[in-house]
């Protein structure tokens, strides 16, 4: 039996891009906290702001215009790859009924965009799952900041996402 109806239709943020970003950060679906604040990775628990920072040896700001600032002055764009889907809570394995974002088209008036990273391996599937990988770009899986992939301790994530990143930008 699908309990997918069951589930209530979240729909995810616009995106955040300049003109000049040259690489684009693509999660899965924003999380409940995120789409109440309506601010990118908003739940204390997931570091991405945190490892951000971090990658350009910045002091943490928790001010999300800061946050977006950092963005911008490091030529980074951040999206989603799902735009709106069902699903309870916050949890990726949740979703159903997956509509995804414009992203061609996103690609399309930014193409000085030479690199994608997937903030995780859910944002990659689902990406492979609706889009054709363009062969000018380069992709990235970097290690997933949410508190629910607490595995890898946040310096070990930092660590390659600084690989990743720096090598991009």
């Given at each position: 039996?699908?309990?997918?109806?069951?589930?209530?239709?979240?729909?995810?943020?616009?995106?955040?891009?300049?003109?000049?970003?040259?690489?684009?950060?693509?999660?899965?679906?924003?999380?409940?906290?995120?789409?109440?604040?309506?601010?990118?990775?908003?739940?204390?628990?997931?570091?991405?702001?945190?490892?951000?920072?971090?990658?350009?040896?910045?002091?943490?700001?928790?001010?999300?215009?800061?946050?977006?600032?950092?963005?911008?002055?490091?030529?980074?764009?951040?999206?989603?790859?799902?735009?709106?889907?069902?699903?309870?809570?916050?949890?990726?394995?949740?979703i159903s009924d997956a509509v995804p974002n414009d992203i061609d088209t996103f690609l399309e008036k930014h193409p000085q965009i030479g690199m994608i990273c997937f903030e995780s391996k859910g944002a990659q599937v689902f990406?492979?799952?609706?889009?054709?990988?363009?062969?000018?770009?380069?992709?990235?899986?970097?290690?997933?900041?949410?508190?629910?992939?607490?595995?890898?301790?946040?310096?070990?994530?930092?660590?390659?996402?600084?690989?990743?990143?720096?090598?991009?930008?």
């Amino acid at each position: 039996m699908d309990h997918s109806v069951d589930k209530p239709v979240k729909t995810g943020l616009s995106p955040i891009a300049f003109d000049d970003a040259t690489i684009l950060i693509l999660g899965t679906m924003p999380g409940e906290k995120s789409i109440e604040n309506q601010e990118y990775y908003a739940n204390r628990g997931n570091s991405f702001r945190k490892l951000l920072f971090g990658v350009f040896d910045e002091n943490y700001s928790g001010s999300y215009l800061d946050f977006t600032r950092l963005l911008n002055r490091r030529r980074i764009a951040l999206w989603n790859v799902i735009g709106s889907c069902r699903r309870n809570g916050s949890r990726d394995s949740t979703i159903s009924d997956a509509v995804p974002n414009d992203i061609d088209t996103f690609l399309e008036k930014h193409p000085q965009i030479g690199m994608i990273c997937f903030e995780s391996k859910g944002a990659q599937v689902f990406y492979d799952r609706f889009f054709v990988r363009k062969s000018h770009i380069r992709y990235e899986t970097l290690l997933s900041a949410s508190g629910l992939y607490a595995r890898i301790p946040f310096a070990g994530k930092l660590q390659q996402w600084k690989s990743v990143l720096l090598s991009g930008n």
